[in-house]
């Protein structure tokens, strides 16, 4: 028994030092080696990411929300009361600036302006004769000045019967859309009854407010982009600032006007806005997340040679994203981006990406 466990015993060592042999023959053992010094070689430290930071233009702007507005807008009624005897628009169609819209009955002022007429004709032969006679000495200059009074007044009452005549009748005060009737023909209107809606829609009105902070910032001519639902961005121009500020709201209202050449804005709309105050050019800026708050102080990390230095910063405008930095680094400097709160002074770390 105990010679079958030594030969046991040799049989097993003999074939382990063979294994041994064949592996180095054939480099088994290399690959082992190899992430071994692999681990040893690692660099040590914390992993970040960074940035280069460059130059660029920064634009200071406002997020707000507003309304469309059209540029003119009226509910078109009757100086009038009568019957309507004709109708003469098509409802959701273009009318132009003193378009014939609707009549009302005139044969009363019609005939009262017939007979005016016939006297004028009277009145003015009256009055030439009397003008010979007193030419003449044949009458008094109270006789002719009876008769020329007698003609300027029938001309007046002629002028009075015309703008009542003009009354019935209903044009379009300015080029636009007009909307749904609310008469038909036969009806009988009275000056306080609604007809139908006249919108100008080209161009359109763009009103929003903003927080009275910015009313120093604020002119004609300043750019904003607006978006209304999911359609493209639109650029418009503002034209218009109130003079005061909105005391139960501490807002500025201004107004901004679209060409809406494609008749794609419609007024009513809610719009979200944007307002470019200010663009710097050839600024400096970094993601919002790099800027680390520290006793009073606005603190970044530099990447430097594998080391981390904080540097004290001076900011300027923010945006969603990006922060202003007014001094403190330079452009081609590498800011670190991630794990700040883990950062000391001096501590190596390991740049692992660069944005």
Same mark, same amino acid.
């Given at each position: 028994?105990?010679?079958?466990?030594?030969?046991?015993?040799?049989?097993?060592?003999?074939?382990?030092?063979?294994?041994?042999?064949?592996?180095?023959?054939?480099?088994?053992?290399?690959?082992?080696?190899?992430?071994?010094?692999?681990?040893?070689?690692?660099?040590?430290?914390?992993?970040?990411?960074?940035?280069?930071?460059?130059?660029?233009?920064?634009?200071?702007?406002?997020?707000?929300?507003?309304?469309?507005?059209?540029?003119?807008?009226?509910?078109?009624?009757?100086?009038?009361?009568?019957?309507?005897?004709?109708?003469?628009?098509?409802?959701?169609?273009?009318?132009?600036?003193?378009?014939?819209?609707?009549?009302?009955?005139?044969?009363?002022?019609?005939?009262?302006?017939?007979?005016?007429?016939?006297?004028?004709?009277?009145?003015?032969?009256?009055?030439?004769?009397?003008?010979?006679?007193?030419?003449?000495?044949?009458?008094?200059? %109270?006789?002719?000045?009876?008769?020329?009074?007698?003609?300027?007044?029938?001309?007046?009452?002629?002028?009075?019967?015309?703008?009542?005549?003009?009354?019935?009748?209903?044009?379009?005060?300015?080029?636009?859309?007009?909307?749904?009737?609310?008469?038909?023909?036969?009806?009988?209107?009275?000056?306080?009854?609604?007809?139908?809606?006249?919108?100008?829609?080209?161009?359109?009105?763009?009103?929003?407010?903003?927080?009275?902070?910015?009313?120093?910032?604020?002119?004609?001519?300043?750019?904003?982009?607006?978006?209304?639902?999911?359609?493209?961005?639109?650029?418009?121009?503002?034209?218009?600032?109130?003079?005061?500020?909105?005391?139960?709201?501490?807002?500025?209202?201004?107004?901004?006007?679209?060409?809406?050449?494609?008749?794609?804005?419609?007024?009513?709309?809610?719009?979200?806005?944007?307002?470019?105050?200010?663009?710097?050019? %050839?600024?400096?800026?970094?993601?919002?997340?790099?800027?680390?708050?520290?006793?009073?102080?606005?603190?970044?990390?530099?990447?430097?040679?594998?080391?981390?230095?904080?540097?004290?910063? %001076?900011?300027?405008?923010?945006?969603?994203?990006?922060?202003?930095?007014?001094?403190?680094?330079?452009?081609?400097?590498?800011?670190?981006?991630?794990?700040?709160?883990?950062?000391?002074?001096?501590?190596?770390?390991?740049?692992?990406?660069?944005?």
């Amino acid at each position: 028994m105990k010679k079958l466990l030594k030969k046991i015993f040799l049989f097993s060592l003999v074939a382990i030092i063979l294994i041994f042999l064949i592996g180095r023959r054939l480099d088994w053992f290399s690959n082992a080696q190899q992430d071994t010094s692999s681990r040893s070689a690692a660099p040590s430290g914390l992993q970040v990411k960074g940035m280069i930071i460059n130059a660029a233009s920064l634009d200071n702007r406002i997020m707000t929300s507003g309304t469309i507005l059209p540029d003119e807008s009226v509910d078109i009624s009757s100086e009038a009361s009568g019957k309507i005897t004709a109708i003469y628009f098509n409802e959701g169609k273009k009318v132009r600036k003193g378009d014939l819209l609707l009549t009302i009955n005139d044969a009363e002022l019609q005939a009262q302006l017939k007979r005016l007429q016939f006297q004028e004709t009277l009145l003015v032969e009256r009055e030439f004769r009397q003008r010979i006679l007193l030419e003449k000495e044949a009458v008094s200059q %109270e006789v002719y000045d009876k008769a020329l009074a007698d003609l300027n007044t029938n001309r007046a009452e002629i002028m009075m019967i015309e703008a009542q005549i003009a009354k019935t009748m209903v044009k379009a005060p300015f080029d636009g859309i007009i909307g749904l009737r609310l008469v038909s023909e036969g009806s009988y209107i009275t000056p306080n009854m609604r007809i139908a809606s006249l919108v100008k829609i080209q161009p359109v009105k763009i009103e929003f407010s903003i927080p009275e902070r910015y009313a120093s910032e604020v002119k004609p001519g300043n750019k904003i982009n607006f978006t209304i639902g999911n359609t493209n961005e639109h650029i418009a121009e503002v034209y218009a600032v109130e003079p005061m500020i909105d005391q139960s709201t501490r807002t500025l209202k201004l107004r901004a006007i679209y060409p809406n050449a494609n008749l794609d804005v419609i007024p009513g709309s809610f719009a979200s806005v944007e307002l470019i105050l200010r663009t710097y050019y %050839e600024a400096l800026s970094i993601p919002t997340e790099a800027l680390l708050p520290m006793l009073g102080k606005q603190i970044v990390f530099l990447y430097k040679n594998g080391i981390a230095e904080p540097v004290e910063v %001076e900011t300027g405008i923010r945006t969603s994203e990006l922060i202003q930095v007014v001094s403190g680094i330079n452009a081609n400097d590498t800011i670190i981006t991630t794990g700040l709160l883990h950062l000391k002074k001096g501590m190596t770390v390991v740049l692992s990406d660069l944005g």
